[in-house]
């Protein structure tokens, strides 16, 4: 199964390295650009996520996770920035090492980012207010 679905609404995203060119070393260990199918480039943003609690709660602890981006997501991204992620979606992988281990776990990617705007707070009616209606 591949890009599945996942909903992080719950939780606070929040940059810890702005989003750069994603690349990889190539057989002569230069740096390289990865792209898409398309010849697109990629983008990686690590971020970190932790679970949003009510008031009064302790949130678990959180995680750092990484996250390829499909688009380039433009300026205004750097670190400490809440965001939330456009058409999140998980891949799950198992990779055999050169020296016969096997890694796996789930790769994270994502259209592009956005920026989380906290709920605005409620409005209350003064004296003032009162007076004028």
Do not use: C, W
């Not at 602890?61 to 390829?68: A, L, N």
């Not at 055999?96 to 994270?108: H, L």
């Not at 920026?115 to 207010?129: L, Q, T, V, Y």
């Amino acid at each position: 199964m591949r890009d599945l679905p996942v909903v992080l609404d719950g939780y606070k995203l929040t940059v810890v390295e702005p989003p750069a060119p994603k690349t990889r070393q190539d057989a002569n260990g230069a740096e390289v650009p990865v792209t898409d199918r398309d010849g697109v480039t990629q983008f990686v943003v690590s971020l970190f996520a932790k679970l949003q609690v009510q008031a009064g709660q302790r949130a678990p602890k959180g995680e750092e996770i990484k996250v390829t981006l499909t688009t380039d997501p433009g300026d205004g991204f750097g670190e400490d920035a809440r965001v939330q992620l456009i058409d999140p979606k998980i891949n799950p992988y198992s990779i055999e090492s050169a020296d016969g281990r096997t890694v796996s776990g789930i790769a994270f990617k994502a259209m592009g980012l956005k920026h989380a705007h906290p709920a605005p707070a409620p409005m209350r009616r003064g004296k003032d207010d009162e007076n004028h209606s």
